[in-house]
Structure formats: C-alpha cells, structure tokens
C-alpha cells in the first residue's frame, strides 16, 4: 500500500484485523465481545495504537448490532441466506454494513475496502458477491 493510499484509509488495517477477529469469534461460537478475547488477539498480532481503537470500535459495533447486521445482509441478498455464505464474507459484509449503517466513512471505501477483503481472503467469486450486496445497501443507507 502506498503512502498515499495510507493516508485516504487510514483504517484500512483496522477493517483487516476486525475480519480476523470476527472470523476466530465466529469459528469459536463466540458471539459476544469479550474483553480478554480482544486483549490477546491485540497482543497476539501486535496491533498497535489507532489499529486498536477503530477495530475495538468495529468488533464491539459488530456484536451490539449483530440481529440488524444479519437481518439487513438476509434482506440484500438474493438467494443467499447468511448461513449458506463463507463465514469470512460473513465477517466482511457485517463489517461493512455496520459501517454504512454509521455513515462516518465514504461509501465508496467501505465498499472498495471490502471487495479487496474478500479477493485477499475468500473465494473466487467473493468480491462480486460482496459487491453486490454492498451496493444494494448503500443507495438504502445513503
């Protein structure tokens, strides 16, 4: 990434680390922030400073709105039902609607951010997939 690309996203690390977080709770049937969770996972991966608040910020957003997260992804994808998906687009699509939900990030990264989470992490078709969930939601959000 470059110096440049920094600068526009600087939470960009945080929505990676957030994906990983997520995706451990999910395989480990944890479905509630847990402080001491969090605590290691930041130690383990040596997430530093502004990394941590944002992805604190993330997780915990994730987890308080976990039924609307899921219920909104359910309604925005056709023929899909959220346990049918890989729990890594799980991870990126609650994520990002969470983020469009709070309207503090253009839409425009969160979707950009997400599609590059999915290439990097899932399957093949993932990033379409994400994409086109993702654009659905914006013009409800926007």
């Given at each position: 990434?470059?110096?440049?690309?920094t600068q526009q996203h600087p939470n960009a690390k945080s929505r990676e680390w957030a994906i990983q977080f997520l995706y451990q709770s999910e395989i480990e049937k944890m479905f509630f922030?847990?402080?001491?969770?969090?605590?290691?996972?930041?130690?383990?991966?040596?997430?530093?400073?502004?990394?941590?608040?944002?992805?604190?910020?993330?997780?915990?957003?994730?987890?308080?709105?976990?039924?609307?997260?899921?219920?909104?992804?359910?309604?925005?994808?056709?023929?899909?039902?959220?346990?049918?998906?890989?729990?890594?687009?799980?991870?990126?699509?609650?994520?990002?609607?969470?983020?469009?939900?709070?309207?503090?990030?253009?839409?425009?990264?969160?979707?950009?951010?997400?599609?590059?989470?999915?290439?990097?992490?899932?399957?093949?078709?993932?990033?379409?997939?994400?994409?086109?969930?993702?654009?659905?939601?914006?013009?409800?959000?926007?």
């Amino acid at each position: 990434m470059t110096e440049t690309q920094t600068q526009q996203h600087p939470n960009a690390k945080s929505r990676e680390w957030a994906i990983q977080f997520l995706y451990q709770s999910e395989i480990e049937k944890m479905f509630f922030f847990s402080e001491m969770h969090f605590d290691r996972f930041v130690q383990n991966f040596q997430v530093e400073g502004r990394q941590v608040t944002y992805l604190r910020k993330l997780v915990e957003g994730v987890f308080e709105k976990l039924t609307e997260l899921n219920d909104a992804i359910d309604d925005n994808s056709e023929n899909w039902n959220l346990s049918r998906m890989p729990v890594v687009d799980r991870c990126i699509l609650r994520i990002s609607t969470l983020e469009l939900m709070q309207k503090t990030t253009p839409q425009k990264v969160i979707i950009n951010e997400a599609i590059e989470l999915a290439k990097k992490y899932s399957t093949e078709n993932s990033a379409s997939f994400v994409n086109g969930i993702l654009d659905k939601m914006a013009n409800k959000f926007a």
